[in-house]
């Protein structure tokens, strides 16, 4: 079983920046995958980010690219989201995530088998 701790949510205003960190507890292996997603007020959940342990890998949804940076701390079993330029769009509940199988990198949340209990991140115009 793994247990995932997030944190890093809060209030930002347009073009500000936070960053987001999971830490990973528990059993884990050398190969699996950690992401983000995220969950709107009225809409579902959304593939943000997804970095794999075994690889340099990283797959990102096309609206953050450019703008957010997941990276990783092996040593530490954590994974950061690094939210860059937030628009007000970025506004959700944060989820981090946890897969066994690290490759090739999903966005399907059905690939993902441990979730945090989600941060909120709201952007102010």
């Known amino acids: 079983q793994v247990q995932l701790v997030e944190s890093g949510g809060g209030l930002v205003q347009a073009g500000g920046s936070l960053r987001l960190s999971c830490a990973a507890s528990?059993?884990?292996?050398?190969?699996?995958?950690m992401g983000w997603f995220r969950q709107a007020p009225g809409k579902d959940r959304e593939f943000v980010a997804a970095?794999?342990?075994?690889?340099?890998?990283?797959y990102y949804e096309d609206s953050v690219k450019g703008r957010f940076t997941i990276s990783r701390d092996n040593a530490k079993n954590t994974v950061y989201l690094q939210m860059n330029s937030l628009k007000p769009e970025d506004t959700a509940v944060y989820y981090c995530?946890?897969?066994?199988?690290?490759?090739?990198?999903?966005?399907?949340?059905?690939?993902?088998?441990?979730w945090g209990q989600g941060t909120q991140v709201t952007v102010s115009s």
């Open positions: 995530a946890f897969g066994w199988r690290d490759l090739p990198l999903s966005g399907n949340a059905d690939e993902y088998t441990y």
């Open positions: 528990g059993r884990t292996f050398s190969s699996f995958v």
């Open positions: 970095i794999s342990w075994s690889r340099t890998r990283t």
